[in-house]
Nanobody, 118 residues
Framework: QVQLVESGGGLVQVGGSLRLSCAASERAFSRYPMGWFRQAPGKEREFVASITWSGDYTLYADSVKGRFTISRDISKNTVYLQMNSLEPEDTAVYYC???WGHGDYDYWGQGTQVTVSS
């Protein structure tokens, strides 16, 4: 069974950093674009960032542009989200998924909680 497993979430102070990881259970995922989403309490899930399978192209939500960086290590079947200058508004459950940009995504991880305290 195909699985995406996120890790790296936690509690951090305003201005701090975290790096999220998303490990795929199959090497086939290395040939697909991947993305990160987040969902805050009482809000709809929103797009955060996406990366092509080659890593040549990335896409970011305006709210995280310049602070977050998406990357991937094909040899490890892993996608990362480096989050810097964190703000309370970044508090959410973060999900990785297979897909590109604002299009369709077909496989999702279980999510990892990120909490930014002020």
């Amino acid at each position: 069974q195909v699985q995406l497993v996120e890790s790296g979430g936690g509690l951090v102070q305003v201005g701090g950093s975290l790096r999220l990881s998303c490990a795929a259970s199959e090497r086939a995922f290395s040939r697909y674009p991947m993305g990160w989403f987040r969902q805050a309490p009482g809000k709809e899930r929103e797009f955060v960032a996406s990366i092509t399978w080659s890593g040549d192209y990335t896409l970011y939500a305006d709210s995280v542009k310049g602070r977050f960086t998406i990357s991937r290590d094909i040899s490890k079947n892993t996608v990362y989200l480096q989050m810097n200058s964190l703000e309370p508004e970044d508090t959410a459950v973060y999900y990785c998924a297979r897909g590109w940009g604002h299009g369709d995504y077909d496989y999702w991880g279980q999510g990892t909680q990120v909490t930014v305290s002020s």
